[in-house]
């Protein structure tokens, strides 16, 4: 053999001795994991302290698993209520940066319809108003918008009673340029949609057929000393009501935008927002970013994070407080694992003796332990995902769990997720990890 061979190989005893390391190495960890089974599966004789690894091993299951299901749940409620925001919320919402309303016949507005990933744009005429049906009173939000608003959200879909018309051509109770505060025949009828509670607040019921009145205080004019003087006034029919959320349907009444334009003396493109309507696979990022440049920094654009603020911070913030609920909960399951690990190397104090005798370093007889511990926690991973992903899909599937006949789904609504699994396994490993490397420290070996 060649210096060029020595070079490319090694020295033959060499590597026969690297080879020899490592199959020693390899042999010992085997011989070491051996050892942990045999601890925790012996058949001959059933301890008390096989007893506590099973129940450790239970336990570490059972909070897995109580995990998987409490996370479930909470993604599927989540996804319930912004799937209910967004029966309500547009995928872009348009407003001006400064000032209250604009006219779309300042901006492109035939550019912006025309914009890739844009479905429809609605426009929306918002504001407070004061609404009276016989002796009862309600302070709304007044939201005004177009023919164009059933294809931007899912509200016509959610009507609990009556059905989508906010303006018919049939004469009857309506405005008309004229006089908007008494009630008379005209070309139009108006009609009214209410949140759900809105609309009970007011006593209004499927069979009424007296209009409502909406008071507006007039722009730009002082406080006046009677009605006339003081607000606009209109009158609608009670068209029908609506199921989304609470705070939507304790505030909001929708209207025909002609109808809100006339009383607020707005010009007839005028309005206070835009609504737009993506396609499915747009990239809501890529398409607000090109609507804010075609539109400039007189306006701003909000996605439907943005436009509930509060609502995410707060599903953000209790699903952060979730896991360190259920975290806590993994973690005061691991003392079982501590006590039984810390009872087996009392037990087996005379195996230990025979090992360190026979020559086997402290640090490997350690590791018989701590091997014995890492199974336990990955069996009781394992078997807690399982349990876990079973009882979600059955949730899902079957409906098992009921919420009540007054809520908007009937059963607890479940959403799995894969990193929710990740996120599970790696927090429980690692938590069982350092109690079975406290619980190894600690023990006379």
């Not at 809100?260 to 970013?289: F, G, H, N, W």
């Not at 701590?370 to 992903?389: C, D, N, P, Q």
Request: overall charge positive.
């Amino acid at each position: 053999m060649n210096k060029h061979t020595h070079r490319l190989f090694g020295h033959p005893s060499q590597k026969g001795m690297a080879d020899a390391t490592d199959n020693s190495r390899f042999s010992a960890f085997n011989y070491q994991f051996t050892m942990a089974r045999r601890y925790f599966f012996s058949r001959k004789q059933k301890t008390v302290i096989n007893i506590i690894s099973w129940i450790s091993l239970i336990g570490i299951a059972v909070s897995t698993a109580a995990l998987i299901v409490v996370l479930g749940v909470y993604n599927g409620i989540g996804n319930l209520t912004q799937t209910l925001f967004n029966s309500f919320d547009p995928p872009l919402l348009v407003q001006p940066a400064e000032g209250k309303t604009f006219h779309t016949s300042d901006i492109d507005y035939a550019t912006l319809c025309s914009l890739d990933g844009v479905t429809a744009v609605s426009q929306i005429a918002e504001e407070n108003a004061w609404v009276t049906y016989r002796h009862n009173e309600a302070i709304v939000s007044l939201r005004g918008v177009d023919s164009q608003y059933p294809k931007i959200t899912g509200l016509d879909t959610l009507l609990y009673e009556g059905v989508y018309v906010l303006k018919s051509e049939y004469g009857g109770y309506g405005n008309d340029s004229d006089s908007l505060s008494q009630p008379g025949i005209n070309a139009y009828t108006y009609f009214l949609l209410f949140g759900a509670e809105v609309y009970y607040n007011l006593g209004i019921r499927e069979a009424s057929n007296l209009p409502v009145a909406v008071h507006i205080p007039k722009r730009g004019v002082a406080m006046g000393l009677t009605m006339e003087e003081a607000f606009n006034t209109g009158y609608a029919m009670p068209g029908g009501n609506f199921y989304i959320q609470q705070d939507i349907d304790n505030m909001y009444v929708v209207a025909d935008i002609s109808f809100v334009r006339q009383l607020m003396d707005y010009a007839d493109d005028e309005c206070t927002s835009l609504a737009i309507a993506l396609q499915p696979r747009a990239k809501v990022q890529k398409v607000k970013k090109e609507v804010a440049q075609l539109l400039g920094d007189g306006f701003t654009v909000k996605d439907r994070m943005e436009q509930q603020p509060i609502y995410y911070k707060v599903f953000r913030s209790e699903r952060l407080g979730i896991y360190l609920i259920l975290a806590l909960i993994v973690l005061i399951s691991t003392l079982n694992l501590i006590a039984s690990l810390s009872l087996l190397v009392l037990d087996k104090q005379r195996d230990i003796a025979i090992l360190r005798s026979m020559g086997m370093q402290r640090q490997q007889v350690r590791r018989i332990f701590r091997l014995e511990g890492v199974m336990i926690s990955a069996m009781g991973v394992v078997a807690g995902l399982l349990v876990g992903f079973v009882i979600c899909f059955l949730q899902q599937r079957f409906g098992i769990v009921k919420m009540g006949s007054n809520f908007v789904v009937s059963a607890f609504p479940v959403a799995m997720r894969g990193i929710d699994f990740l996120f599970t396994f790696l927090l429980v490993m690692g938590l069982s990890s350092l109690a079975v490397l406290f619980a190894v420290r600690r023990s006379k070996i």
